[in-house]
């Protein structure tokens, strides 16, 4: 499995280890150049045969304009997972949006803390 991760702080550069030792490969973005695979979300994308499915973790603040950005990137088929803590009433519109370009939308909230590796 392939799969685009955008935010690699303590719970998604600790999950893109996870997912690399299960045998996925994992392209990652940060804003932090040392530990990010693409420069920018563009190139991730690039990087990403498709369909590609993004699974986002970035900080609540960080999360629509992401998603904003991915929705221009992305082609119909594609995937964003919305990894983050958002609040849920934020969800049917970011769905509906993506929807009218064929993007599939899912909320998948994760929690557990940065210990779970």
């Keep these: ?5 955008v935010g690699l702080g303590r719970m ?3 999950m893109r280890e996870r997912l690399r030792a299960a045998g996925h490969e994992v392209v990652g973005f940060d804003r932090n150049p040392e530990v990010s695979d693409a420069a920018s979300l ?3 994308v ?3 045969a498709p369909p590609r499915v ?4 970035v900080p ?3 999360t629509e304009s992401t998603i904003d950005e991915l929705a221009g990137l992305l082609a119909e088929g594609d995937v964003v997972i919305d990894g983050g803590n958002s609040r849920f009433s934020d969800d049917p519109p970011r769905a509906e949006r993506l929807g009218q370009r064929g993007i599939g939308y899912l909320d998948c909230g ?3 803390g940065i210990w779970g590796r």
């Design 42 to 44: 563009a190139e991730l």
């Design 54 to 57: 993004v699974w986002i973790m």
């Design 12 to 14: 998604g550069g600790n």
């Design 1 to 5: 499995m392939q799969l685009g991760l």
């Design 110 to 112: 994760v929690s557990g």
């Design 60 to 62: 609540v603040q960080f």
């Design 46 to 48: 690039d990087k990403l």
